[in-house]
Nanobody, 121 residues
Framework: QVQLVESGGGLVQAGGSLKLSCVTS????????MAWYRQVPGTQRELVAT???????TYADSVKGRFTISRDNAKNTVYLQMNNLKPEDTTVYFC???????????????WGQGTQVTVTS
């Protein structure tokens, strides 16, 4: 069984910062890519940032220069540092990992439960 637990969301004023964390636990063999998505109710989930196993990162144009994704492989954790937050960043953020469980030869994607980020103007 694999669990992804997110934390770090909350309420912040525009221009402020938050750091999201996603800790993975369970019977994990290895983790490949890690990513953060966000979703406004009634819309499709939007890819915010990704980080490969080798540390290569990509970002949505809307967050470039403001958000930074990072990972700690020893802790099976992915982070999203969000600076200069804007009201339009308000929504629920989800982590997504591509991993293999122990005893498995296949890669699967797992989602966290989501954490709310609210930015006031």
């Amino acid at each position: 069984q694999v669990q992804l637990v997110e934390s770090g969301g909350g309420l912040v004023q525009a221009g402020g910062s938050l750091k999201l964390s996603c800790v993975t636990s369970g019977s994990i063999s290895s983790i490949d890519s890690m990513a953060w998505y966000r979703q406004v109710p009634g819309t499709q989930r939007e890819l915010v940032a990704t980080i490969s196993s080798g540390g290569y990162t990509t970002y949505a144009d809307s967050v470039k220069g403001r958000f930074t994704i990072s990972r700690d492989n020893a802790k099976n954790t992915v982070y999203l540092q969000m600076n200069n937050l804007k009201p339009e960043d308000t929504t629920v953020y989800f982590c997504n990992l591509r991993l293999r469980t122990r005893g498995s030869f296949t890669w699967s994607y797992y989602w966290g439960q989501g954490t709310q980020v609210t930015v006031t103007s």
